[in-house]
């Protein structure tokens, strides 16, 4: 182990034991609108994961009757645009922060997960869909749409990351029937978030403070309604004296692209389209989009964090890189912990055969 990554180590473990029960009366989820506004609200207490040491196994396709199930995402998610990619990964966080891994996300219907407002921009549900359709085809009722979401997230980190972030994704997760519109904007961290909340949120879910801040790294591509960060909660782009404020270049840049809520712009306007540790950067200059993203700076362990994924590799000529960031391989293991929470097996799940909709118990 290099010295940085022992000290990533230890901090990682010092940062492990997080507070998880917490109140808070200011959130009312971006823009979905709180069932009592001038209610403050109790989050439920952390739940320990209802399975805890979950079944899932590497390889359980190949060893279940679908040797061709990861092949056949990765064929789908290959012919995604760069922006469904950056979708995908937000796709599979979106799933498993809400009711567990179990492509809630994915259902359609009224007040379903889809229809609450974080969903507005969520995308690369068609790629999804194609996956299924192609695996429904060589082995029916066999994949679950969980795990093609959980295996489209890495497939396209591995390709918007040019191959540095690849991992094996242990599988074997059921699919829910629930989806309740009204549990995304208590279970999703909101771009306002300071640290404390959205520390506390995270380990609602069994993550600690150094998985959330390796995850939001995910910001290092992809892009945002300016909606999300030009609100009644919180608007980055006004004068701002405080150190959480936005780097008075880009919000006066943004200031005057965004003409409206629904423009789109890239979350890291350096490198917009790879998944890079180019987000670290940004955040010590402050060019980070949410006040989620720019209180990373705020306690000295995050602090710390920040400037070692910042930092780039040694060079040892102009092209020879030496050792490598450690934040690709931190990214990784965060996504495989992510997808353990709250995986369904066949007992309380179902594998589904369109990922729009529950199965119809007569036909199926
Ligand atoms: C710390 C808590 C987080 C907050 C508050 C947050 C918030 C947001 C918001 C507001 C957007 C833009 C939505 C829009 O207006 O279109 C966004 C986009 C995105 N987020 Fe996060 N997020 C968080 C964590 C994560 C995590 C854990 C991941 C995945 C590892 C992730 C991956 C992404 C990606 C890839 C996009 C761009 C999506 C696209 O281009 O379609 N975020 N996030
Ligand atoms: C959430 O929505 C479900 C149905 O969509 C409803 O039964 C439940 O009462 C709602 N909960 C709250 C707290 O509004
Ligand atoms: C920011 O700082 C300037 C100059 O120090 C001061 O005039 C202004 O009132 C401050 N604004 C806020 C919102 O604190
Ligand atoms: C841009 O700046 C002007 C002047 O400060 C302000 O009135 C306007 O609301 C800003 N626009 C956005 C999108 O923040
Ligand atoms: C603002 O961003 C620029 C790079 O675009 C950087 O050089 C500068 O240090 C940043 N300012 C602050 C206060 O972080
Ligand atoms: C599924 O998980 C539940 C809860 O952990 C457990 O009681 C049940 O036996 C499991 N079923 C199978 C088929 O493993
Ligand atoms: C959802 O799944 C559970 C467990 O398999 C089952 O008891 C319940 O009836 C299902 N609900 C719907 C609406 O399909
Ligand atoms: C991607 C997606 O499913 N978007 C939906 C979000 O919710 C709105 C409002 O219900 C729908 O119109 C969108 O289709």
Redesign the pocket.
Known sequence: MTPMLAVLAVLASLLGAVSCEFSISIYAG?GFPLPNPNQPFKLPPASPPKNPRPDLKVGYYAANKCPQAEQIVKRAVEEATP??K??L??L??HDCFVQGCDASVLLEGPDTERTAF?N?????FNIIEKAKAALEVECKGIVSCADIVAFA?RDASCSLSDGKINYQVPAGRYDGNVSRANDTFLN??????DLKL?TD??AAKGLDQTD?LV?????S?????????TNSFSNRLQADNSSRAMNRTLADQLNTTCTADSV?VP?DYKTPYA?DHQYYKNVQEHNV??T??AVLLESPETKVLVDSFARDPFFLSDIIPIGRNPWYDA?AK??VK?GNWEVKNSTVGEIRQFCGKVNDKKTY
Not at 120 to 124: A, H
Not at 224 to 229: A, D, K, Q
């Open positions: 971006y922006g469904e950056a979708g990964i937000r599979f966080f974080p507005l921009s969520l995308r690369g997230g999703l961290p909101p771009p306002f978030g959205i949120m995270f959330m995850l939001s790294g995910g910001h591509t992809g892009r945002s309604g300016c909606g999300s960060f789109n979350l998944l989009l949410f989620s993203d990214f965060a996504m992510m």
